[in-house]
């Protein structure tokens, strides 16, 4: 798979629930850095009560893969 590749629904069930940022749904698979900016631009469609976990996985995948994560919003859901 290259990064810019969609995952596919064999390459999904392989993942970790470690690699997604909502593990117990698996849901926002995050095994690159091309997902995790996917993450960041579908942040707005996660549930209220699922945003400050997911966007500390988003800032913990984001760290781990290099990427820069500038949305103030998914900053700020991260602090509560």
């Known amino acids: 798979m290259t990064a810019s590749d969609k995952l596919d629904t ?6 970790n629930n470690s690699e997604f940022g909502l593990p117990q749904q698996r849901a926002f698979p995050m ?7 996917a993450a960041e631009a579908y942040f707005r ?16 995948k984001a760290e781990q893969f290099g990427v820069t994560i500038n ?3 998914i900053l700020e859901w991260a602090k509560k």
Request: charged share 35%; hydrophobic share 40%; aromatic share 4%.
């Open 31 to 37: 095994p690159d850095a091309v997902h995790v900016r």
């Open 45 to 60: 469609y996660a549930p209220d009560t699922e945003k400050a976990e997911l966007a500390r996985n988003i800032l913990l």
């Open 10 to 15: 064999t390459e999904r069930r392989e993942l």
């Open 71 to 73: 949305s103030p919003i």
